[in-house]
């Protein structure tokens, strides 16, 4: 991805399919990012802990499966605005 400056990634309501790219992780300067309502599966990709500058991850409403990395607490110190729901999620989610 050649868009290191993107700050905000909207692509919510729509029927996106399969698993989320690793390229995701490429986006350093992103500060939100919305993905819900859509038919992503399998896990959140570790190139996703990157993306350190995430203040509103919103991954509600998908397919996604496995537990929450701990990378998650370690990495993602700034975000103010979680949204996992309706995914199929198991275990305990990480401490910052």
Not at 31 to 54: D, M
Not at 66 to 78: A, D, P, Q, Y
Request: aromatic content about 8%.
């Amino acid at each position: 991805m050649s868009y290191q400056n993107l700050m905000l990634l909207t692509l919510s309501n729509n029927k996106f399919t399969g698993n989320l790219p690793n390229s995701l992780g490429s986006l350093t300067s992103l500060v939100s990012l919305h993905l819900h309502k859509n038919i992503f599966s399998g896990t959140i990709p570790i190139s996703l802990k990157n993306c350190t500058a995430l203040m509103i991850l919103d991954v509600g409403e998908n397919e996604f499966v496995g537990n929450i990395s701990t990378w998650f607490g370690e990495r993602f110190s700034r975000v103010v605005v979680l949204i996992l729901r309706s995914n199929q999620f198991r275990g305990l989610l990480p401490t910052c």
